[in-house]
């Protein structure tokens, strides 16, 4: 295992909801780099989702604003994604990813994360209609 480990995908019906967790224990959730979450569904180029510093920051995509709300808590660890209202749409495999190329300088970009090299594997998200 690497140092970003997402967990809490699954499968569930359309406008039900999850909970992701990616525990880092590379210790990135002080703030001092830009965290996020993308998505890649089968056959589809990577989408950024959201990108965050600290819990007041977070930057998302129109695609899951206001259905899906990214917290970090440097204390535990660990960045967290709550989806509600899932679409099966939302259907692909969620990773969690941390740019540590440059540190945070001005907020951090949403679509940026989709290129963020350093990341976990990968939890699967399945939504039935």
């Known amino acids: 295992q690497g140092d970003l480990v997402e967990s809490g995908g699954g499968s569930v019906q359309a406008g039900g909801s999850l909970r992701l967790t990616c525990a880092a224990s590379?210790?990135?959730?002080?703030?001092?780099?830009?965290m996020g979450w993308f998505r890649q569904a089968h056959g589809k180029e990577r989408e950024g989702l959201v990108a965050?510093?600290?819990?007041?920051?977070?930057t998302y995509a129109d695609s899951v604003k206001d259905r899906f709300t990214a917290s970090i808590d440097n204390a535990e660890n660990s960045l967290y994604l709550q989806m509600n209202n899932l679409k099966p749409e939302d259907s692909g495999i969620y990773y969690c990813?941390?740019?540590?190329?440059?540190?945070?300088?001005?907020?951090?970009?949403?679509?940026?994360?989709?290129?963020?090299?350093?990341r976990g594997q990968g939890t699967q998200v399945t939504v039935s209609s």
């Open positions: 990813a941390a740019d540590l190329t440059h540190k945070v300088y001005g907020g951090c970009s949403f679509w940026a994360v989709a290129h963020f090299t350093h």
């Open positions: 590379g210790g990135y959730t002080d703030g001092t780099y830009c």
């Open positions: 965050i510093f600290n819990s007041d920051s977070a």
